[in-house]
């Protein structure tokens, strides 16, 4: 087989045989995954000694680099797919998002304009309407895109706040403001807030991070107090966020008080329920977001609890003339825009961009939302059988949530102490938990987001503990 051909393009045969190659070495990696360390033991001299054999001078024979590559992924990653897995918001992918993920690739759909791409635009727009009706949207008033992350959804929520606070700005820049823009969120948010707000010329002291009660939800007095101090200084308040699933523990904020707050307040108001928000495809835990249907935008990650592979953000909201106000740009070489289609890039922080919605799409046409409706009250479930068993097992249990999000201590345990178990936890290959800080206090945590876990992983983690 000729390398440096085969590098682009090959003949029917030398395809499927890659193709057969490729198959193997997922199939082999996903039958033994279950026995794998859920941390391999690498150091980053062995990665790179492995690495520089690989000076790109001349091509390699494209079998033998498949299954090396193989080998270095499973030797060198946290196993976030292992059913032991109790990290951050990392599930296993879904089979049909893989099948998916290599359906994109393979076609390489160009989602800038519709009209380069228009099936793949339209199951995005389809996908996205269906999510923004769970939330209590109609599907049709549902305007937003996939995104690399939350990160970047929320970073598209401020963007979207902006131009409707202050239309001027986009034209003129902050500095045609007679005061400061801010925004709040919760101590206990996800502080890519401090990290937007420096991207969007705001600053990162423009993060008014809010404190929260006993229960780790945001105190909506002190918000009330935040912004009218704000008011007085003469900064411009311009959006308020509320948390659908915090980070460390799956809190989620008093969103019908929140969204009450900014309509009194007048700013536009932003559910981060990048996690959390995956519950509103379950009819009987769909409560838990109450409020959310009167949010101005929302962001909800499909690569956390819907099983997606990375990246699978999504930015979903009502004002789609506020979006194209915000993103909206006019350029020769693009082409014109069809009636009764929206080009991506002209409502999105992207341009250019992979079909990152064809995963879902499928994965939901499979499963159905009843499918992912019982596997995340199972999940769910799963999270209550691990609190009752750390209790039996004389730990406390702090922040509880309705969520599979388990965060527990033991009474005289210091912060140290804490560090140590999980290292010792993570070591073991046999688990791997964290440990967060809650309101300044240490614990531990354990989050449940993996399909495959089951009873017996969280049996095996309490007695590991």
């Known amino acids: 087989m000729s390398t440096p051909g085969t590098a682009f393009a090959a003949d029917h045969d030398q395809r499927r045989m890659l193709f057969d190659a490729l198959t193997g070495l997922v199939q082999e990696h996903l039958d033994e995954l279950p026995g794998l360390p859920v941390t391999p033991e690498t150091t980053p001299e062995a990665l790179r000694v492995a690495l520089k054999r690989f000076d790109f001078e001349d091509g390699a024979d494209p079998f033998g680099l498949l299954a090396e590559t193989a080998r270095m992924l499973r030797d060198g990653i946290v196993h976030t797919s292992h059913p032991s897995y109790f990290g951050l918001f990392n599930p296993a992918p879904a089979l049909m998002g893989v099948l998916g993920e290599a359906l994109t690739a393979a076609f390489n759909p160009q989602l800038a304009a519709w009209s380069h791409a228009p099936a793949a635009a339209e199951i995005e727009r389809h996908v996205l309407g269906f999510l923004g009706g769970r939330l209590g949207w109609q599907p049709e008033a549902t305007a937003g895109s996939f995104t690399t992350g939350g990160a970047e959804a929320n970073l598209t929520g401020v963007l979207l706040a902006l131009t409707r606070a202050f239309p001027a700005a986009g034209r003129d820049g902050l500095r045609a403001l007679p005061g400061r823009p801010v925004l709040y969120a919760s101590a206990e948010s996800h502080l890519a807030w401090l990290k937007i707000a420096h991207m969007c010329g705001l600053g990162r002291d423009a993060v008014r991070l809010v404190p929260v009660g006993s229960d780790l939800r945001m105190d909506v007095a002190a918000a009330v107090d935040l912004i009218a101090r704000d008011r007085r ?115 999105s922080v992207q341009w250019s961009r992979r079909a990152m919605g064809v995963k879902l799409f499928l994965t939901l046409a499979t499963a159905g939302r009843t499918g992912y409706a019982d596997l995340i009250e199972h999940q769910t479930a799963l999270g209550d059988v691990l609190r009752n ?38 070591r073991s290959g046999r688990a791997w938990i964290s440990t967060t800080r809650l309101a300044g206090r240490p614990a531990l945590r354990a989050c449940i987001t993996n399909f495959a876990t089951t009873e017996t992983e969280i049996e095996a983690l309490v007695d590991l503990l």
């Not at 003469?234 to 915090?246: D, I, R």
């Not at 995956?278 to 099983?307: F, N, Q, Y």
């Open 389 to 426: 068993r750390l209790d039996e097992a004389g730990w406390t249990i702090v922040a509880p949530s309705p969520l599979p999000v388990v965060c527990f201590t033991r009474p005289d345990a210091t912060a140290d102490d804490l560090e140590a178990v999980a290292d010792r936890v993570v």
């Open 233 to 347: 200084d003469g900064h411009l308040p311009f959006l308020l966020v509320g948390t659908a699933g915090t980070t460390s523990a799956g809190i989620i904020d008093p969103l019908p008080e929140l969204v009450g707050l900014a309509a009194a307040e007048g700013l536009s108001f932003h559910a981060d329920a990048a996690w959390a928000g995956a519950v509103a495809l379950s009819d009987r835990l769909r409560p838990l977001l109450d409020g959310i249907e009167r949010a101005d935008s929302v962001t909800l990650d499909a690569h956390k609890w819907l099983a997606m592979p990375m990246g699978a953000g999504t930015f979903l909201t009502r004002d789609a003339s506020g979006l194209r106000e915000a993103f909206s740009v006019h350029t020769a070489y693009m082409p014109d825009e069809l009636p009764e289609t929206v080009d991506p890039y002209a409502s």
